[in-house]
């Protein structure tokens, strides 16, 4: 499928929905209560079948925090980007994309990792690259590095 | 000075033209870091993009084991030298400790790269980034560049000889700035 195609057809599936672009691919925002719904429809509707979740990361926009998610569609060739945004607190909680991509389950340590988005349903959310131990979220935009190793 | 004849060994008439050319004199310290300088062998350590280099300087067209560095050991317990080739993080600093405890002494350690000796291009805001390894072990050789080059490897490899070449056999000299844990 082409990119208008896939455009027109989630336009249709999704009235009302934010449908932009970005680089190159059709982007859809939705709220983060729908996140679930949206991504069960993408993976298990025959005419979208998105079964590969290539990349999983947020983007810190200091008023909110936005998840990017790209999925893929192995065999018949499309590519999309779904977004939700998530306010910003000291730990916000979003639904684990687990259960329908087991690919997440890296892809959220390290969110968790490093933007301190915890997870719901994840298997074992854990701290992927720094200690344990350390304190804060480095990518966060007002992370201030106060450590002298 | 006079010696006493019976102080002097008895050589019997057959051995004596063959001593003037085959006995050989030295000091235990002499022939211990003759021995320790020659055969050096380094712990398999890298890290980053030194680490690339390390192997280039391992490999044939540089060939380290012209100079004496023969066999990289996958184990501290085998090896002589660690080359810290690379940055080493928070999480990797007590693992770069655990190796270097593990090796037997004598036991030496170059830094390789602007990374191992201050942070490099990590030293100014990391939150990960160990500024300088000598805060982990103590170090012997620091070898600057981004990464150096093979030749240059070769030649911090050299010095070390040279430094090894001048310690004591049984004293164990470790750098003055060892750190405290």
């Not at chain 1, 709220?31 to 993976?43: G, I, P, Q, S, V």
């Not at chain 2, 770069?96 to 201050?118: N, S």
Request: charged letters at 25%; a negative charge; one cysteine or more.
């Amino acid at each position: 499928m082409n990119k208008e195609k896939l455009t027109t057809l989630l336009s249709n599936r999704f009235q009302g929905k934010d449908i932009g672009e970005s680089f190159g691919l059709p982007a859809l925002i939705i709220a983060k209560e729908e996140l679930m719904d949206t991504a069960h429809l993408l993976k298990e509707d025959q005419t979208f079948g998105f079964n590969q979740l290539v990349c999983e990361t947020v983007t810190d926009r200091s008023e909110y925090f936005e998840l990017v998610c790209h999925l893929r569609a192995v065999g018949k060739g499309h590519e999309m980007i779904l977004k939700t945004h998530v306010e910003r607190e000291e730990t916000p909680l979003l639904p684990s994309l687990y259960e329908l991509w087991q690919a997440a389950e890296l892809f959220e340590d390290e969110i968790y990792d490093l933007f301190g988005i915890r997870f719901d349903n994840h298997p074992h959310l854990r701290r992927l690259f720094l200690d344990e131990e350390f304190e804060g979220y480095p990518l966060r935009k007002d992370f201030v590095n106060t450590l002298d190793l | 000075m006079e010696m006493k004849k019976e102080f002097l060994p008895e050589i019997p008439e057959e051995f004596r033209e063959n001593l003037g050319r085959n006995v050989l004199v030295t000091t235990i310290d002499k022939i211990a870091g003759w021995a320790r300088s020659n055969s050096l062998w380094p712990l398999t350590f890298g890290t980053s993009c030194c680490a690339i280099e390390m192997m280039s300087a391992a490999s044939a067209k540089y060939d380290w084991s012209r100079f004496g560095f023969e066999v990289a050991r996958a184990t501290p317990r085998q090896a002589d030298l660690i080359i810290v080739a690379g940055t080493i993080t928070s999480k990797m600093a007590p693992v770069l400790r655990r190796l270097y405890d593990q090796i037997p002494e004598p036991k030496y350690v170059i830094a390789m790269g602007a990374c191992t000796i201050t942070g490099g291009p990590f030293a100014k805001d990391s939150y990960t980034v160990v500024r300088g390894v000598d805060k982990i072990v103590p170090v012997d050789v620091y070898i600057p560049g981004c990464p150096p080059r093979p030749e240059a490897l070769l030649q911090g490899m050299m010095a070390l000889q040279q430094k090894i070449k001048l310690q004591k056999a049984y004293v164990i000299e470790k750098p003055k700035d060892e750190p405290e844990l």
